[in-house]
């Protein structure tokens, strides 16, 4: 009979270790560390970079001057990015009106005293810029998207 007791207590003491085992891979499994570390381990967030946006400096119109009902230096061209602004000034010693065709805005120049121009630049294309009375183009805008 000693020897069934000492089997069993033998059993009994592998059936112990087996258990502990099973219980620490279990408990290994189930507390190992994730992909993420624990919340005090984490870097800090990086605060959102704020970046103060200054807006492009307004460039001063386009200068077109008329001296015997034409533009001096020849027709003026002009390139605008879409959502830009269209600006140019003309100055002319006789009193004229200036059509921006497409846009179909027109101003009058009186004598010696210059019309400006500063359209939002709605509407891609090609567009002339003439002395309507004269039917003479001063100037070629050109909106690009």
Same mark, same amino acid.
């Given at each position: 009979?000693?020897? @069934?007791?000492? /089997?069993?207590?033998?059993?009994?003491?592998?059936?112990? *270790?087996?258990?502990?085992?099973?219980?620490? /891979?279990?408990?290994?499994? *189930?507390?190992?560390?994730?992909? =993420?570390? +624990?919340?005090? #381990?984490?870097?800090?967030?990086?605060? +959102? #970079? #704020?970046?103060?946006? #200054?807006?492009?400096? *307004?460039?001063?119109?386009?200068?077109?001057?008329?001296?015997?009902?034409?533009?001096?230096?020849?027709?003026? &061209?002009?390139?605008?990015?879409?959502?830009?602004?269209?600006? !140019?000034?003309? &100055?002319?010693? =006789? +009193?004229?009106?200036?059509?921006?065709?497409?846009?179909?805005?027109? $101003?009058?120049?009186? *004598?010696?005293?210059? %019309?400006? !121009?500063?359209?939002?630049?709605?509407?891609?294309? %090609?567009?002339?810029?003439? @002395? =309507? &009375? @004269?039917?003479? $183009? /001063?100037?070629?805008?050109?909106? &690009?998207?």
């Amino acid at each position: 009979m000693l020897r @069934l007791r000492h /089997i069993s207590r033998t059993a009994a003491s592998i059936a112990v *270790a087996a258990v502990v085992v099973v219980i620490a /891979i279990i408990a290994f499994v *189930a507390l190992r560390p994730g992909d =993420e570390p +624990p919340v005090a #381990q984490r870097a800090p967030a990086a605060a +959102p #970079q #704020q970046t103060a946006t #200054q807006p492009a400096p *307004a460039r001063a119109p386009a200068r077109i001057v008329i001296k015997n009902g034409a533009p001096v230096g020849g027709v003026r &061209e002009l390139t605008v990015p879409q959502g830009g602004a269209i600006r !140019f000034r003309v &100055e002319s010693p =006789e +009193p004229v009106t200036v059509h921006l065709h497409g846009y179909d805005i027109e $101003q009058p120049a009186a *004598a010696g005293a210059p %019309v400006v !121009f500063n359209v939002e630049a709605t509407i891609t294309g %090609v567009f002339e810029v003439e @002395l =309507e &009375e @004269l039917g003479v $183009q /001063i100037a070629k805008v050109s909106v &690009e998207p």
